[in-house]
């Protein structure tokens, strides 16, 4: 089955830095890489996906890259501010639908004032 | 955009009740709906995967008997957790999909079994 790997588990920086975090996958199926914003107590909370026929896809301050060749995939947010706060799992599946989504592991974000 | 309704969104109970969490979709057919167990700080763990009017298919460990899930409308799933004991505790989570619609999270329940 898929394995989905993710780095680092925490990860502190400072207001207006960037912040990056890399997630591998094993299943070559795998076609849909979606990232969630996970706050304390709450479900996850889509915030940008990815499929497999696009190398780059940004929306404002968060950008996902993938590298399918690689099986690797990362989150770069830009411009950090103390809301961006939060767990965030990335995920992997063969289809935007149908199929259960596979999750890393989690990273930890602390933005610091 | 869509919706997943999840209720109660934490619930206490006694060992050895059971206990039911509802997952609506409010504005889509969830043709599937997946059920994720989740300790803390650790990642959703998938428990089972059910298909509107199909039995669910549970993940390897996850025992049926104690986790019930119920798929019996396009709208609604339950998951009823039976004789639950104090490692039951955790925070369950319900995501559905549709045609043409992704996944939609619930916001999940917080069960704490006394």
């Known amino acids: 089955g898929e394995n989905v790997e993710q780095h680092p588990s925490t990860l502190s920086v400072q207001e207006g830095d960037s912040a990056v975090i890399k997630c591998t996958y094993s299943d070559s199926a795998s076609n849909y890489f979606p990232w969630y914003k996970q706050e304390l107590g709450k479900g996850p909370q889509l915030i940008i996906d990815i499929r497999s026929n696009v190398g780059e896809k940004k929306d404002q301050r968060i950008a996902v890259t993938l590298n399918k060749t690689a099986k690797h995939f990362s989150l770069h947010i830009t411009e950090t501010q103390p809301e961006d706060s939060a767990v965030y799992f990335c995920?992997?599946?063969?289809?935007?639908?149908?199929?259960?989504?596979?999750f890393g592991k989690g990273t930890s974000l602390l933005v610091t004032p | 955009g869509a919706v997943v309704s999840q209720h109660p969104s934490w619930v206490i109970c006694k060992s050895g009740t059971s206990v039911k969490i509802e997952c609506r979709s409010l504005?889509?057919?969830?043709?599937?709906m997946f059920w994720y167990r989740q300790f803390p700080k650790q990642s959703l763990m998938l428990m089972a995967t059910s298909n509107e009017g199909s039995k669910a298919t549970y993940e390897q460990g996850v025992e049926k008997d104690k986790f019930l899930i119920n798929h019996a409308s396009l709208t609604l799933s339950t998951l009823t957790v039976t004789s639950a004991h104090p490692e039951d505790s955790s925070f369950y989570i319900c995501?559905?999909?549709?045609?043409?619609?992704?996944?939609?999270f619930g916001s999940g329940t917080r069960l704490t079994v006394v």
């Open positions: 995501s559905a999909t549709g045609t043409g619609i992704g996944y939609t």
């Open positions: 995920a992997a599946s063969p289809s935007n639908s149908g199929y259960a989504l596979n």
């Open positions: 504005d889509f057919q969830a043709t599937t």
